[in-house]
């Protein structure tokens, strides 16, 4: 090659080799807007700023070299990196602790003293960098000087799963993967159809995770990793939520290949989807019908589920599914604001069956279809005009998490009670390999699951219309009613009692604390539950006898616990919320047992027998009130919404006045109805 350039090669990598590690910092600093916490954990600290300068003294060396940060809670992709003036990139946003690496180009490390800078972003966001070391050389080389190969295994079968690895303080490490079609990788983070990969690390002891949705039991190992050695790891996971009859879906995911945001490309996704043990995949990318079918047979996935055809239908009055679509069918126009109009052309598009209305209470295009303005939560009402003829509404989307996870079910029991027939689902929503995980909101809807790769996928649409599915992140709850009517079913109730038995389920690594059960919306029963985590399958059943009721009434039980630690589940923070408080937890719910308590073989709405009981009684308040009493607080927030719309017969703190004299179901159901009106200015 030249003796020139021989002795220029060989000068580079002796110089590189003689560098040793360089440590910038080794202390946490906090960056973000003095005064203007993003979460309560950062109300009493003070940051140093949107900016971070920090000098630092080093020796030159002429070849390239990997940055490392150990960052936590960056949830804006605005955040620049810095070195000497030169731009690396940005920190990645990730709101879990991650170690992120960046390259540095040859010379820009220079004798003496060197400024590593932090530029952040025009918005609130409080994150955290803990450490930043500069090591001499490419990722490949720096990645290379350690290996292990780890696998996965089912019984002695491997099977597609995530593989999560961590340091010693639990960041995702930074690692280095050979590209291969079969695996999704990101830093910590490795999904595989194989059930195996052979992953570059630094010498350093991790903890290795092994995972495959919250059917499956979490593996996990400590091992040591020495430079120049090649490792092997074995971990095995088994199936402990075993759901017969049932299959797992989740109906909304996308991809950055056909949506053009987010960072999954299509190719990416199978694994993640088999990895996750996802049975029905539905492709929701935004105003376009995505196929991964293609993808799927190219990667030899085609044994571990069913994809289906779909289209997020992103207009700026909401963001709708719609699915199964044929191939070949014309796109719907998004840029339509009237629900009826929308829902016609949807319901038009050859093949659809379900159309879900997509985190409601999310605000795009400065729109949210839950709104005060828009909806009242206690009645259902929807002052906007038309129709909530949606066949499922996303309770729980996992990558879009509210601050309360209980505020989209106040939404949906709403709904019910208005007299919707409206499947309540979880989704996960993610445009991501890892940052939000791909089926971590799930639904599971009653249909054949005798082959994930032949799912009947007009059963799956039929039960998911029919209220016949259960949803949740980390648990899922069942019900059965006086012994054989499930989940979807009208119950006809013989005696003077009804009895209610609750399954809570999930895997030993989730942990369930509290059951409850809701009537028309409002908590009528709750357990306390102890000696869950470590139970994977059933762990409680739960038996209420309730008096039977005196007119049509609706049950769902929902379970709910503490929110997973392991790094390798991590619950995301809401990227839309209120305040700066925020509880996570797993949650799983029921969709209604509808009770035929009046026994005409039918259901009647609350908001049918509001609006009978003023037709009978009128307008009289206190007539009214003495009617009320043998009801429920759901069915005085419908009454309190009837009066709400006409003229007053009374003045405001005539009511008031009345209103204290009566029940307290009474008072909460109209306090119910006030609280959900639109605030002033």
Same mark, same amino acid.
């Given at each position: 090659m030249g003796l020139i350039r021989f002795l220029f090669l060989s000068f580079c990598f002796l110089q590189s080799v003689a560098v040793a590690d360089l440590l910038i910092f080794d202390e946490p600093k906090h960056l973000g807007t003095s005064?203007?916490?993003?979460?309560?954990?950062?109300?009493?600290?003070?940051?140093?700023?949107m900016n971070l300068k920090h000098v630092f003294q080093a020796q030159a060396f002429i070849g390239a070299g990997t940055l490392l940060i150990w960052q936590d809670d960056v949830k804006s992709g605005g955040w620049q990196v810095r070195l000497n003036g030169r731009g690396l990139g940005r920190l990645l946003t990730y709101e879990s602790k991650v170690v992120h690496s960046l390259e540095v180009p040859p010379g820009t490390i220079k004798d003496g003293l060197n400024t590593f800078e932090i530029l952040g972003p025009k918005m609130i966001d409080d994150v955290v960098l803990h450490r930043a070391v500069l090591l001499p050389g490419m990722a490949a080389d720096v990645f290379g000087k350690a290996s292990l190969e780890i696998s996965v295994k089912e019984g002695d079968q491997s099977v597609p799963c995530r593989i999560t690895i961590t340091d010693t303080d639990g960041f995702l490490a930074p690692l280095y993967v050979a590209a291969d079609r079969n695996l999704a990788i990101r830093p910590g983070v490795v999904y595989t159809l194989s059930g195996k990969v052979r992953a570059g690390l630094l010498p350093g002891r991790y903890k290795i995770y092994a995972t495959r949705g919250f059917e499956y039991s979490m593996a996990?190992? #400590? %091992?040591?990793? /020495?430079? =120049?050695?090649?490792?092997k790891v074995t971990l095995r996971i088994k199936r402990e939520v075993p759901m017969p009859g049932y299959v797992s879906c989740d109906t909304h995911i996308h991809v950055r290949t056909?949506?053009?945001?987010?960072?999954?490309?299509?190719?990416?996704r199978i694994p993640t989807i088999a990895g996750e043990?996802?049975?029905?995949?539905?492709?929701?990318?935004?105003?376009?019908?995505?196929?991964?079918?293609?993808?799927?047979?190219?990667?030899?996935?085609?044994?571990?589920?069913?994809?289906?055809?779909?289209? #997020? %239908?992103?207009? /700026?009055? =909401?963001?709708f599914n719609a699915y199964p679509i044929k191939k070949a069918s014309p796109v719907v126009d998004?840029?339509?604001?009237?629900?009826?109009?929308?829902?016609?052309?949807?319901?038009?598009?050859?093949?659809?069956?379900?159309?879900?209305?997509?985190?409601?209470?999310?605000?795009?295009?400065?729109?949210s279809p839950t709104s005060p303005e828009h909806f009242n939560f206690a009645t259902g009402q929807n002052p906007r005009g038309p129709d909530w003829n949606f066949d499922a509404f996303e309770v729980i989307t996992s990558a879009a998490l509210q601050d309360d996870l209980m505020r989209t079910f106040r939404d949906w029991f709403g709904l019910l009670n208005y007299g919707y027939r409206i499947t309540g689902l979880a989704s996960s929503d993610t445009h991501d390999v890892a940052r939000y995980i791909l089926g971590q909101g799930r639904t599971y809807v009653a249909c054949d699951d005798s082959d994930p790769s032949r799912v009947p996928v007009d059963q799956v649409c039929k039960s998911l219309r029919e209220g016949r599915a259960l949803f949740g992140m980390g648990l899922l709850t069942n019900m059965k009613v006086d012994g054989k009517f499930e989940v979807g079913d009208l119950a006809s109730i013989q005696g003077d009692k009804v009895i209610a038995e609750?399954?809570?389920?999930?895997?030993?690594?989730?942990?369930?604390?509290?059951?409850?059960?809701?009537?028309?919306?409002?908590?009528?029963?709750?357990?306390?539950l102890s000696g869950t985590r470590g139970k994977g399958g059933l762990k409680a059943k739960v038996k209420w006898v309730i008096p039977k009721p005196r007119y049509d009434v609706w049950l769902v039980a929902v379970a709910k616990g503490p929110a997973v630690k392991e790094p390798c589940w991590e619950i995301p923070r809401p990227y839309q919320h209120k305040g700066i408080d925020w509880e996570p937890s797993v949650i799983g719910a029921t969709n209604p047992v509808w009770i035929d308590?009046?026994?005409?073989?039918?259901?009647?709405?609350?908001?049918?027998?509001?609006?009978?009981?003023?037709?009978?009684?009128?307008?009289?308040?206190?007539?009214?009130?003495?009617?009320?009493?043998a009801h429920d607080s759901a069915m005085a927030a419908q009454v309190a919404g009837i009066l709400y719309n006409l003229p007053p017969v009374l003045k405001p703190n005539s009511l008031d006045?009345?209103?204290?004299?009566?029940?307290?179901?009474?008072?909460?159901?109209?306090?119910?109805?006030?609280?959900?009106?639109?605030k002033g200015p």
């Open positions: 005064g203007v916490p993003e979460w309560r954990e950062f109300a009493s600290k003070t940051p140093l700023g996990s190992e #400590e %091992v040591e990793v /020495k430079a =120049g050695s090649k490792g056909f949506s053009g945001h987010g960072d999954s490309t299509v190719e990416e043990y996802i049975e029905l995949a539905v492709a929701t990318d935004h105003n376009v019908h995505a196929d991964y079918e293609p993808f799927q047979q190219k990667a030899g996935a085609d044994e571990y589920f069913t994809t289906v055809i779909g289209n #997020e %239908v992103t207009t /700026k009055v =909401g963001h998004h840029r339509s604001e009237d629900w009826p109009t929308l829902m016609s052309h949807m319901r038009n598009t050859p093949g659809v069956q379900v159309i879900q209305l997509n985190h409601p209470r999310n605000v795009h295009s400065g729109f609750v399954e809570v389920l999930g895997p030993s690594w989730v942990e369930a604390d509290t059951v409850v059960l809701y009537q028309n919306g409002y908590k009528i029963r709750e357990r306390q308590a009046d026994g005409d073989a039918k259901f009647t709405s609350l908001r049918h027998y509001a609006k009978k009981l003023v037709r009978d009684v009128g307008t009289n308040p206190k007539k009214l009130f003495e009617h009320l009493v006045s009345l209103l204290k004299k009566t029940s307290l179901h009474i008072q909460q159901g109209f306090k119910d109805f006030n609280n959900a009106l639109p």
